[in-house]
T-cell receptor, first 116, second 113 residues
Framework: AQTVTQSQPEMSVQEAETVTLSCTYD???????LFWYKQPPSRQMILVIR??????QNATENRFSVNFQKAAKSFSLKISDSQLGDTAMYFC?????????????FGKGITLSVRP | EAGVTQFPSHSVIEKGQTVTLRCDPI?????LYWYRRVMGKEIKFLLH????????ESGMPNNRFLAERTGGTYSTLKVQPAELEDSGVYFC???????????FGQGTRLTVV
């Protein structure tokens, strides 16, 4: 069974600054995917970024990038040039690669507040 | 294109009553998932449909929960009879077959009193 741990319940960052959200996971799988999802207040959860475990290169999507350390089972999300619209709950999630779609295992989430 | 839609957005029921949650996935998405988040805890998987078939229902808490997806389109999740510990936010998600990106609905907040 997989577990995903997000140990920080809340974080706050000043607008335009950079913030890093931590996530660790535990699995015996060798192939898997890792995700960061964002849920703004009263809105639906959307995918921020995805990383395939077999890829060594860290995924990047505009201001969002990850630091994927496979040996350490760490998957942190860096948000550069934080914007007010980044205020949301962020969930780290794991999906094993089974050749067919599988379920997501989530962490508890972290509430990020961006201060003007 | 419409996203994943869930009805109702909120439901407050008394212990022992029945509630049915509905999820309309994105058209053409064969995968449909139900998840639940109890206050302060992780979002937990409940079950997974591929078209109308239950692919994985290992997360269903007990036999008070019944999920259906007739015709492989929308899905319902019925809780009968509801208990206090069933309170939480129920999320539905859908995805294309063999695609890892899941699209989530806004969730149904269920409160059992």
């Amino acid at each position: 069974a997989q577990t995903v741990t997000q140990s920080q319940p809340e974080m706050s960052v000043q607008e335009a600054e950079t913030v890093t959200l931590s996530c660790t996971y535990d699995t015996s799988e060798s192939n898997y995917y890792l995700f960061w999802y964002k849920q703004p207040p009263s809105r639906q959860m959307i995918l921020v970024i995805r990383q395939e475990a077999y890829k060594q290169q860290n995924a990047t999507e505009n201001r969002f990038s990850v630091n994927f350390q496979k040996a350490a089972k760490s998957f942190s999300l860096k948000i550069s040039d934080s914007q007010l619209g980044d205020t949301a709950m962020y969930f780290c999630a794991f999906m094993p690669y089974t050749g067919a779609n599988s379920k997501l295992t989530f962490g508890k989430g972290i509430t990020l507040s961006v201060r003007p | 294109e419409a996203g994943v839609t869930q009805f109702p957005s909120h439901s407050v029921i008394e212990k022992g009553q029945t509630v049915t949650l509905r999820c309309d996935p994105i058209s053409g998405h064969d995968n449909l998932y139900w998840y639940r988040r109890v206050m302060g805890k992780e979002i937990k998987f409940l079950l997974h449909f591929v078209k109308e078939s239950k692919q994985d229902e290992s997360g269903m808490p007990n036999n008070r929960f019944l999920a259906e997806r007739t015709g492989g389109t929308y899905s319902t999740l019925k809780v009968q009879p509801a208990e206090l510990e069933d309170s939480g936010v129920y999320f539905c998600a859908s995805s294309l077959l063999h695609n890892t990106e899941a699209f989530f609905g806004q969730g149904t907040r269920l409160t059992v009193v």
